[in-house]
C-alpha cells in the first residue's frame, strides 16, 4: 500500500490541524495504520493508531484527549484531529500501515511495512 500524508503546518498554540493519511490504488481494509511523529534530534515515537476492520484505537499518554484518530471508509483516509496543540508537538509527522501488525505491536514503528512521507507541524508559542 503507498501513503501519502497531508495536512501539516504552522499554528499557534491551543490551535488544530487535521493530518490525512491516504491510499492509493489500495485499501486500508485488514490494516492497521499508525501516525508516528519525529522531532528534531528525537527518536521516532508513537502518537496514534487505529484497526481499520475494528475501528480498535490506542494513543499515546501525552496526546490522549487531545488527539483523535478516526477513519473515512469511502475515501480510504485515516485522519488525525489535533487540537489544543502544544509547542512540544511540534514534529514531523508519518504515517504508517501494515496488515501484521497485532495490537501489542500497535506502538511499535519496527512493525509497520508502508510509510507515508512526513508533513511537518509546527506549533509556535
Known amino acids: 500500500v503507498q501513503l501519502q500524508a497531508s495536512g501539516g503546518g504552522l499554528v499557534q498554540a491551543g490551535g488544530s490541524l487535521r493530518l490525512s493519511c491516504a491510499t492509493s490504488?489500495?485499501?486500508?481494509?485488514?490494516?492497521?495504520v499508525g501516525w508516528f511523529r519525529q522531532a528534531t534530534g528525537k527518536e521516532r515515537e508513537f502518537v496514534a493508531g487505529?484497526?481499520?476492520?475494528?475501528?480498535?484505537?490506542s494513543y499515546e499518554d501525552s496526546v490522549k484527549g487531545r488527539f483523535t484518530i478516526s477513519r473515512d471508509n469511502a475515501k480510504n483516509t485515516v485522519y488525525l484531529q489535533m487540537n489544543s496543540l502544544k509547542p512540544d508537538d511540534t514534529a514531523v509527522y508519518y504515517c504508517?500501515?501494515?496488515?501484521?501488525?497485532?495490537?501489542?505491536?500497535?506502538?511499535?514503528?519496527?512493525?509497520?511495512?508502508?510509510w507515508g512521507q512526513g508533513t511537518q507541524v509546527t506549533v509556535s508559542s
Open positions: 504508517a500501515a501494515d496488515r501484521g501488525v497485532i495490537l501489542s505491536s500497535m506502538r511499535d514503528s519496527r512493525a509497520y511495512g508502508a
Open positions: 490504488g489500495d485499501t486500508f481494509s485488514g490494516y492497521v
Open positions: 487505529i484497526r481499520w476492520n475494528s475501528r480498535h484505537t
